[in-house]
């Protein structure tokens, strides 16, 4: 069935550093692959999102990229801030059936 | 605000009593979900809802669960005789669209529930 293998965590960096954080699925056909993000005392909302083979996604900084082939989505972010401390959610979501997945989440922590 | 809401944001109960909690999507979404969230987890998924059609129960925890979306609005999560395994937070969730694509969900602040 469908699932999806996302990084462990914690995950603690210094401000400014590169972030990947790993998420890889498995799923019939070809699904829309999104990240969430959940920041200290909120909600879970969007980050990002791709819908087709190779698309990019982006939004505050944060890319991922739609690899078909290896089946992955990982999110990327060149220079992190202390204000991106969150927990990381990847979600793909499936085209045909009606049940969802999310990853275990990945916590960051960015220290000054 | 026009985001999800959910009633209550924390309910204390002892075990063996029912609980109820409501979520009130955003209006005009045809699409609401369940999911249960414990600490260090992912939401994990119980039930889906494509107006008042209960599209996907199967992974709802136990026969002690149900939900309803009577009107197509707002949308009620049971649980009969409440365990301490119970206890976690119960996300909702809502997103727009009526078939194919299935767009971004949109997610309420949750209910946590402790189960004494």
């Known amino acids: 069935g469908d699932s999806v293998t996302q990084m462990e965590g914690p995950v603690t960096l210094s401000e400014e550093a590169f972030l990947t954080i790993n998420c890889t699925y498995t799923?019939?056909?070809?699904?829309?692959l999104f990240w969430y993000v959940q920041y200290p005392g909120e909600g879970l909302q969007l980050l990002l999102k791709?819908?087709?083979?190779?698309d990019k996604g982006s939004n505050k900084g944060f890319e991922a990229t739609y690899r078909k082939e290896t089946t992955s989505f990982h999110l990327e972010k060149g220079s992190v801030q202390v204000s991106d401390s969150a927990v990381y959610f990847c979600?793909?979501?499936?085209?045909?059936?009606?049940?969802?997945?999310f990853g275990t989440g990945t916590s960051l922590t960015v220290i000054p | 605000d026009t985001g999800v809401s959910q009633n209550p944001r924390h309910k204390i109960t002892k075990r063996g009593q029912n609980v109820t909690f409501r979520c009130d999507p955003i209006?005009?979404?045809?699409?609401l979900y369940w999911y249960r969230q414990t600490l260090g987890q992912g939401p994990e998924f119980l039930t889906y809802?494509?107006?008042?059609?209960?599209?996907?129960k199967s992974r709802l925890l136990s026969d002690r669960f149900s939900a309803e979306r009577p009107k197509g609005s707002f949308s009620t999560l049971e649980i009969q005789r409440t365990e301490q395994g119970d206890s976690a937070m119960y996300l909702c969730?809502?997103?727009?669209?009526?078939?194919?694509?299935?767009?971004?969900?949109?997610f309420g602040p949750g209910t946590r529930l402790t189960v004494l």
């Open positions: 209006s005009e979404h045809n699409r």
């Open positions: 809802f494509q107006n008042e059609a209960q599209l996907e």
């Open positions: 979600a793909p979501n499936p085209l045909t059936g009606n049940q969802f997945y």
């Open positions: 791709a819908t087709k083979a190779d």
């Open positions: 799923a019939t056909g070809y699904p829309s």
């Open positions: 969730a809502s997103s727009p669209g009526t078939s194919g694509f299935y767009n971004e969900q949109f």
